[in-house]
């Protein structure tokens, strides 16, 4: 009913504009003119009347030029074929691509239904109610609903277009990306491991440790009981040399065990300066806080590899552990130790009963003979397993056990003091590193550079004439000695 009412208005204008100018029932004339309305055959509605006939005096109507009245075109959009009948514009069917979702057949398909989201592929499909979550826009594409994007916080991830963005990415199997995953074992020291904001994080550190590196993904890396740049909390900087101990920042201390003694409880390098106030600097040291009581200090460290660690040119590879044990600084207590990463392997310890010099450490005997026989050794040092530790010195010459291990700095760790066997544990250099002994080849069948450092948990390690040397015997890790 609107549309016909609008027509004929717009036919009542159209027709009273023709009728001014050409209409023969309406002569220009000073009788007509200004009394039109009245006039016969001159009235606007009696033109109005003739449209509906189908005959104008100047147009034919109900064409789609004159439509309804002259000069008033049917043009609806995006039809077939546009006609005009009764004064009515009208189509037959929409192009493809359009709709006439309006139902004003007038202005034909006025809607582009393949990319209205109100109108997508039919008139009132409103892509809003299609079903999709957590996306940013519904939007029609080629008269299908779509969506443009995800919502940041959700993602696609079941390849399942018609639920949109199904999936929270703030999901350990999802974090910030479909499949990407968080490992809980790669974010350190937390209460509880999370994903949070499309990152992988956490919820709390666990005691003790910081983020102090603000990766989140991390968690929580630093130990900030122990670290000097991040000392009982994040960017706590401890001054100068002093060490981190506790979550404490505390001065510079003389020795491991002094350090132990003011709580630090984990083996690693710590900064120490043996003299004190002395002209000595301060250096850095591995100290081992964990076996035999803690409080180590290590003087040497043996990295046994299958070639030659020890050449007989270090003939002195055991002089700063002597020096150490006599130092001021450090009680007479000596441990040997070997280690495989962080695990050890052995360890034990003793007191030392007797003044120790480059040429002369456990040995009661002079420079040559130091391994003739077990009575050489009446300062040999008991240890905390009950072996027994014999060291012959720097400058032993040949006459030996087995006629050659008396070689310069021998280590030994015996169940009991033998010809050469029985040893747990055996220290030497590859190679000879007496004075007298330029360099020459021990002669045990079997030894090569890789049993620079021998170990055998049951004391089977023996040169003995009838036993040669093994691969099994080669402890091809760490060897230290440490003092306290
Ligand atoms: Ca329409
Ligand atoms: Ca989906
Ligand atoms: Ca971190
Ligand atoms: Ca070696």
Redesign the pocket.
């Known amino acids: 009913m609107m549309r016909r009412i609008l027509f004929a208005s717009l036919g009542l204008v159209a027709a009273a504009s023709c009728s001014v100018a050409n209409t023969p029932d309406a002569p220009i004339s000073p009788q007509s003119t200004g009394s039109g309305e009245t006039g016969p055959g001159g009235s606007s509605g009696a033109g109005g009347a003739d449209s509906q006939g189908g005959q104008s005096g100047e147009c034919e109507l109900n064409t789609l030029e004159h439509c309804g009245a002259c000069d008033v075109p049917c043009e609806p959009e995006n039809t077939q074929t546009p006609s005009c009948a009764a004064g009515e514009c009208d189509y037959d069917m929409c192009q493809a691509n359009f709709g006439d979702c309006d139902s004003e057949r007038s202005n034909g398909c006025e809607t582009a239904i393949d990319n209205d989201p109100l109108h997508c592929g039919q008139c009132d499909n409103d892509c809003a109610n299609a079903g999709f979550e957590n996306v940013s826009m519904a939007i029609c594409t080629e008269g299908a609903c779509d969506y443009d994007n995800c919502a940041a916080t959700h993602g696609?991830?079941?390849?399942?277009?018609?639920?949109?963005?199904?999936?929270s990415l703030d999901d350990m199997n999802h974090c910030g990306g479909c499949g990407t995953l968080c490992d809980p074992m790669a974010v350190l020291n937390v209460d509880n491991a999370t994903c949070t904001g499309g990152q992988c994080g956490y919820d709390m550190c666990t005691m003790a440790f910081g983020d102090c590196d603000n990766v989140i993904a991390n968690g929580c890396e630093t130990d900030t009981t122990n670290d000097t740049a991040h000392c009982g909390s994040c960017n706590n900087t401890c001054n100068g040399n002093d060490f981190c101990i506790g979550g404490n920042c505390i001065g510079v201390l003389k020795s491991c065990k002094e350090l132990f003694d003011n709580g630090a409880k984990t083996s690693g390098p710590y900064t120490v300066d043996v003299d004190g106030a002395g002209p000595l600097k301060a250096k850095q040291v591995y100290c081992d806080m964990v076996n035999q009581g803690g409080g180590w200090t290590e003087c040497v460290k043996v990295v046994n590899t299958a070639g030659e660690d020890l050449p007989c040119n270090v003939a002195g590879w055991l002089d700063s552990c002597v020096n150490a044990t006599m130092a001021t600084w450090s009680g007479n207590e000596v441990m040997v130790a070997l280690y495989t990463a962080n695990t050890t392997t052995y360890a034990a310890f003793g007191p030392r009963n007797n003044p120790w010099t480059y040429d002369n450490l456990t040995s009661t005997n002079g420079g040559s003979s130091q391994y003739d026989r077990s009575s050489h050794h009446m300062n040999a040092i008991i240890l905390s397993d009950n072996r027994i530790l014999t060291i012959s010195g720097k400058n032993a010459t040949n006459d030996g056990w087995g006629g050659s291990w008396g070689n310069g700095y021998v280590l030994a760790a015996q169940t009991q003091p033998s010809y050469a066997s029985n040893n747990v544990l055996a220290v030497m250099s590859f190679n000879s590193s007496s004075p007298s002994s330029n360099c020459g080849a021990r002669a045990f069948a079997g030894m090569d550079a890789g049993h620079e450092v021998m170990y055998s948990s049951t004391g089977k390690v023996s040169t003995h004439s009838n036993a040669a040397l093994t691969n099994a015997y080669k402890y091809l890790n760490t060897f230290r000695f440490l003092v306290r």
């Open positions: 696609d991830c079941d390849n399942d277009q018609t639920n949109g963005c199904e999936q």
